[in-house]
């Protein structure tokens, strides 16, 4: 009656194994580490930066207690904060030779001390919030309205440029905040700019209407280009805060959207919420001019002379000297974007650019008189100039054109990236900030550790005292959930809060009412005359519907405050849920196992240890049974 | 051991009048403290600067108080954090400054007088993020409340789901009347804790209800009022172990967790106290004086095509 299959214990097997195994990162604590990673978005770190960062700490008499390479950045483990340091200092000569234009970051960090199979599993510990680890946090709201405007007066000017380039007569072009009306004295005029935008702005819908003697073409931005045009400007947003923050040199800096308008960037560790600030409003901007391709620019470019007067000379990403004509023709602010895709003709990667109409004018004024020639495109930060890319102009440029030739796909993406990210894309201010200093977070953790083990302990204790053996049960089914719900953190590589180690607290509490439910439904079976495998498998099943039932209504709660919470319910939310999950498991299924493995097999059982079954006597005196 | 040795039933439904004027009366308290007192809601809802700042040695808050209020706040908030040696300060948000300015000045200030003053946190949050969370915030308890009583409904009837969604709610207004009574700061933190009261004090109701379920279907003769005193008193031992575990661990959180932790382990043990009395007396009786039946909890089989007299209806050759 009360025996599992095999196939049941070998998932309670399978599930205490693999919790375990995620669950253990966790347990190891953190080793000083250094961190190399990209400054500059023209920087890549990948497999090459690991190993000139091997060779450097080689070079140096250190060796890493473990060296590891992910998306962002090459981490060398030591065993000792001195050759954290040591490693920082040569990791620092070897990769920063300039400090005021530093190519990539070193930072000091903390690594899991987790040894190498658990790291080859992917198991990680869980990602510590800021209120236990402490740093500054801020919560950027986008100007998206500022952006659409922006968008719709570049729209505006189009619209002017190619109306008047089609000889369309007598129209006037203004822009009611994002949309755009144009005025006509006949309907024929009216006629051919709705041709017109139709055909070259794919963006835009119209409504055509008649005022008095006027027609007048109401021209928006569709709701799906909007969406279109705010998802980019958050990205390119994002991709601009990025390339500041790097500059920080922040171990780990997290930059995430949040919901549809806002940003939310947090920076371990950094106290200074003044420099950060600073630096986040600052802007960078592209430009574009011409290479100088005269004789004495190109033997500079050689190094066999000095720069021409009135040019300038930069570099390039590969470091290659490039000398470039100190006039501008077109600013980031007259390109309205750059998209990567795949040239018709030759099948081979591009990326298309997009100018607004004053920019379009100047391209194709310039490509017109300096055909054959090297267009350079220049990116500034902190005053510091470099080039991104100095393609030849082939033909006559417009307002779009591509810039194609002997590149990979990724590169195509970064070089589209690197064009948008120039500058925001739209105004930014922040709405909401914290700083929690090291100390408070290292307080929190304590306090919230603290508070988790006393009450599990507490609620041990009493289990064991009260259900005897069953208590036992309970107390193990306790700790294997507080068990699966770490190794479920981890598994997500969920960000760990104070109100996150609230909710495992709470999860406890909430979790031991399953197994109460069940211990008393069985002790009732007893009471009531059942023999003892009878009692336990009653009990067991008697009780599932409750437990399913006031599980669920908890998990509503769960699920609302996960829909609608921000920040710190959020993260109460997630363990609160998970909690609910899986103290399902361990209090139904995993106990169950763990009582039939005990009991299951005992045939002419005649007590079962479940504390103090009490029974009242038909005359009224009471009978206490001892077990 | 064994705490509860209940000998008979307890008719806890003969008591139910009394009860539930109490509880009416409770909560027009509740409801007119909220009214009359409001919440006291911390920075994330209306917006400003919140400062942790700590000290070598304990302070005086009237002379941090003083301090930054000789620095144009007249309606600035200080007051000791956990110890004696850390305060927090909040001041509003003031026009023309940044938050940053606003914390650097007071910082300044406070260093003059004490140099050893540290700032441990700083905490910003704009106007319209508060608003936010205050829309976000009554959604989501309307998206529990409707969550929960489609559940019920569905799973019970909807009688019951009515009674537990009012005593569930009975008891969230009254932690928010405690709140507002006692002007604790009511923070993200205690919405978190008020909401999950919401889910775990149902608990309490569906493990009643069901137990009223079971006893209809078990003890056919029993009166209604009879099933709900029975199906209380069955299940009154593991009511008061489960929240008195519960209550442990929430103890442990008010006295370990710190400042922090600390309104939301209160906001919890009001709703566990609350909860348990409220599923008792509240539910019950309000599904009692809606009429719960026999009838409603269990579905009468399904007739068969025919008349249902004829004794050879069904049978086949």
Redesign the interface.
């Known amino acids: 009656m009360n025996r599992y299959p095999v196939w049941k214990y070998a998932i309670i097997v399978i599930v205490l194994l693999v919790g375990l195994v995620y669950a253990l990162p966790n347990f190891f604590g953190e080793a000083p580490a250094v961190q190399v990673s990209a400054a500059k978005a023209t920087v890549k770190v990948d497999a090459g930066t690991q190993a000139r960062v091997q060779e450097a700490l080689k070079a140096g008499g250190l060796t890493p207690d473990m060296l590891t390479l992910d998306a962002t950045s090459v981490r060398a483990r030591f065993v000792t904060t001195d050759d954290q340091l040591k490693a920082r200092d040569v990791l620092q000569r070897a990769f920063v030779p300039d400090a005021s234009d530093p190519p990539y970051v070193v930072a000091l960090n903390l690594v899991s001390r987790s040894p190498t199979w658990l790291t080859a599993l992917h198991a990680f510990p869980m990602y510590l919030g800021l209120d236990l680890r402490g740093g500054v946090d801020f919560l950027l709201q986008v100007d998206m309205k500022g952006a659409i405007d922006k968008r719709a007066e570049s729209f505006a000017g189009d619209l002017r440029t190619s109306l008047r380039d089609k000889n369309i007569r007598g129209s006037a072009v203004s822009r009611n905040g994002q949309t755009i009306e144009v005025r006509f004295r006949d309907a024929a005029s009216l006629q051919a700019a709705k041709q017109l935008v139709q055909d070259q702005f794919a963006d835009l819908s119209t409504v055509d209407s008649q005022e008095g003697s006027d027609w007048k073409l109401t021209a928006s931005i569709k709701p799906e280009a909007a969406r279109r045009l705010q998802d980019a400007a958050l990205k390119q947003n994002i991709t601009t805060l990025h390339n500041r923050i790097n500059e920080l040199g922040v171990a780990e800096p997290v930059i995430q959207q949040q919901g549809i308008d806002r940003i939310v960037v947090q920076l371990p560790g950094v106290q200074d919420t003044a420099k950060a600030k600073d630096i986040l409003g600052r802007t960078a901007t592209l430009e574009m001019r011409l290479v100088d391709e005269s004789t004495e620019g190109r033997a500079a470019e050689l190094g066999n002379g000095p720069v021409p007067f009135g040019s300038e000379r930069f570099l390039d990403r590969e470091g290659r000297a490039i000398i470039v004509k100190k006039q501008v023709l077109v600013t980031g602010e007259n390109l309205t974007d750059a998209q990567p895709g795949f040239d018709s003709q030759t099948q081979q990667p591009k990326v298309d650019l997009t100018m607004d109409a004053k920019g379009g004018r100047i391209m194709r004024d310039v490509s017109r008189d300096n055909y054959r020639k090297r267009m350079a495109m220049l990116i500034f930060e902190k005053g510091k100039g470099e080039v991104l890319t100095a393609p030849s102009i082939n033909g006559e440029l417009g307002n779009r054109f591509q810039i194609s030739g002997s590149m990979s796909v990724v590169e195509a993406n970064d070089l589209a990236l690197l064009l948008r990210a120039g500058s925001l894309a739209a105004p930014m201010e922040i709405i909401q900030e914290r700083t929690i200093g090291p100390s408070l977070g290292a307080d929190n953790i304590n306090k919230g550790f603290k508070s988790v083990m006393y009450g599990f302990i507490a609620i041990m204790v009493f289990m064991c005292a009260y259900y005897a053996l069953f208590g036992v049960f309970s107390s193990i089914a306790l700790a294997v959930n507080l068990l699966l719900l770490v190794a479920i953190l981890s598994m997500l590589q969920a960000t760990l809060t104070l109100p996150g180690i609230a909710a495992m607290a709470l999860a406890i509490g909430v979790a031991i009412d399953s197994n109460v439910l069940i211990n008393e439904r069985v002790r009732e079976e007893l009471r009531n005359g059942a023999s003892p495998q009878a009692a336990i498998h009653a009990g067991y099943d008697r009780a599932w519907g409750t437990i399913l039932d006031s599980n669920v209504t908890t998990l509503i709660a769960g699920v609302a405050l996960l829909a609608f919470g921000s920040g710190p319910v959020r993260g109460f939310a997630v363990v609160h849920c998970i909690g609910i999950v899986t103290s399902m498991f361990s209090a139904v299924f995993f106990s169950r196992g763990l009582v039939n493995l005990w009991y299951g097999g005992k045939k002419k059982l005649k007590t079962v240890s479940i504390g103090t079954v009490w029974r009242p006597k038909t005359d009224g005196t009471a009978v206490v049974e001892a077990k | 051991?064994?705490f509860f040795?209940i000998?008979k039933t307890i008719p806890f439904m003969r008591h139910a009048k009394v009860l539930n004027i109490i509880s009416f009366v409770t909560f027009a308290l509740a409801v007119f403290f909220l009214a009359h007192r409001g919440l006291h809601l911390s920075v994330e809802f209306t917006g400003g600067t919140v400062m942790?700042v700590?000290y070598q040695q304990s302070v005086d808050v009237g002379k941090v108080r003083e301090t930054v209020g000789k620095l144009g706040y007249p309606d600035v908030q200080v007051q000791n954090y956990g110890t004696s040696r850390d305060v927090q300060i909040r001041l509003p948000v003031q026009k023309g400054q940044?938050?940053?300015q606003q914390s650097?000045q007071v910082m300044d200030a406070l260093k003059a007088v004490d140099p050893t003053a540290?700032?441990?946190?700083?905490?910003?949050?704009?106007p319209?993020?508060g608003e936010?969370?205050t829309t976000?915030?009554i959604?989501?308890?309307a998206?529990?409340v409707i969550?929960?009583m489609i559940?019920?409904a569905f799973?019970f009837e909807w009688k019951f789901a009515l009674s537990t969604v009012l005593a569930n709610l009975h008891d969230v207004v009254i932690i928010l009347g405690f709140f507002a009574f006692f002007q604790w700061e009511f923070s993200?933190?205690v919405?978190?804790a008020v909401?999950?009261v919401?889910?775990?004090s149902?608990?309490e109701s569906?493990?009643i209800f069901?137990?009223i379920r079971?006893n209809f279907r078990r003890y056919r003769k029993m009166s209604t009022v009879e099933t709900i005193d029975n199906a209380i008193t069955?299940?009154i031992?593991?009511t008061i172990?489960?929240h008195?575990?519960?209550?442990?661990?929430?103890?442990?959180?008010f006295?370990?967790?710190?400042p922090?932790?600390h309104y939301?382990a209160l906001a919890?043990t009001i709703g566990i106290c609350f909860g348990i009395y409220s599923s008792c007396f509240v539910a019950a009786a309000i599904a009692m004086w809606l009429g719960v039946k026999r009838e409603d909890l269990i579905k009468a089989p399904p007739k068969r095509d025919g008349d249902p007299d004829d004794p050879n209806a069904g049978a086949t050759v």
């Open positions: 051991m064994e040795r000998h942790e700590a940044t938050s940053a650097a540290v700032l441990r946190g700083n905490e910003f949050v704009g319209q993020v936010e969370l976000n915030g959604k989501a308890l998206m529990v969550g929960i559940y019920l799973r993200l933190a919405l978190a909401l999950a919401l889910g775990y149902v608990n569906v493990v069901d137990r079971e069955s299940t031992s593991r172990i489960t008195g575990s519960t209550q442990l661990v929430v103890l442990s959180m006295f370990f967790g710190g922090t932790l939301f919890l």
